[in-house]
């Protein structure tokens, strides 16, 4: 069974910058890809960034690009999001997924962690 926990998150003045914690449990993660979304008040949840835990290749949503960057730790079970030049338009509650790669088809996530709020102020 995975399981994931967040943390990392907190209250910081616009052009901060925080770094997101997502532990994950003991089994392997190679066929994985690890995703951040984001929930910020009376809105959907966001994709954010994704990694292949593999291959390591990375995307994300265009409003962070430049400013945000998602790793990994393969021994820890560890993903991480870089959060850089925050702005108030990204306080949100950030939420770590994971999912199988499947060839041929779109990433979809199974699992989720409990979300670690943050707040930019201006």
């Avoid at 089994?27 to 990694?51: C, D, H, L, S």
Wanted: charged share 20%; with cysteine; hydrophobic share 35%.
């Amino acid at each position: 069974q995975v399981q994931l926990v967040e943390s990392g998150g907190g209250l910081v003045q616009a052009g901060d910058s925080l770094r997101l914690s997502c532990a994950a449990s003991g089994r392997t993660f190679a066929n994985y890809a690890m995703g951040w979304f984001r929930q910020a008040p009376g809105k959907e949840r966001e994709f954010v960034a994704r990694i292949s835990w593999r291959s390591g290749r990375t995307n994300y949503v265009d409003s962070v690009k430049g400013r945000f960057t998602i790793s990994r730790d393969n021994a820890k079970n560890t993903v991480y999001l870089q959060m850089n030049s925050l702005k108030p338009e990204d306080t949100a509650v950030y939420y770590c997924a994971a999912g199988r790669i499947v060839p041929m088809k779109a990433q979809v996530y199974e699992y989720w962690g409990q979300g670690t709020q943050v707040t930019v102020s201006s």
